[in-house]
Nanobody
């Protein structure tokens, strides 16, 4: 079955960096666009970054443009989110998501905490 597993979260100081990974299985990964979302406590889940199936096109929320980079390695069935210059307001659970045959599939999420 479709499975998405995020990893790479943790505690980091403001200004620091983290790289999140989303490992996919159970489907032909290279055929699907992938999204990274995040949800902070008490807030709605928001779209952070998007990458097309072949990785040619990306898009970002204004709040992370210039600091976050989404990429993918279709040979490894993995999407990455490189996060630099992290701010306390980036603290959230980060999720990857695909839409396949009209259904949304989410990973379990990985916690990112930015704090001194």
């Amino acid at each position: 079955q479709v499975q998405l597993v995020e990893s790479g979260g943790g505690l980091v100081q403001p200004g620091g960096s983290l790289r999140l990974s989303c490992a996919a299985s159970g489907f032909i990964f290279s055929m699907y666009d992938v999204n990274w979302y995040r949800q902070a406590p008490g807030k709605e889940r928001e779209l952070v970054a998007f990458i097309t199936s072949a990785g040619r096109n990306t898009n970002y929320a204004d709040s992370v443009k210039g600091r976050f980079t989404i990429s993918r390695d279709n040979a490894r069935n993995t999407v990455y989110l490189q996060m630099n210059s992290l701010k306390p307001e980036d603290t959230a659970v980060y999720y990857c998501k695909i839409r396949r045959r009209g259904n949304d599939y989410w990973g379990q999420g990985t916690q990112v905490t930015v704090s001194s």
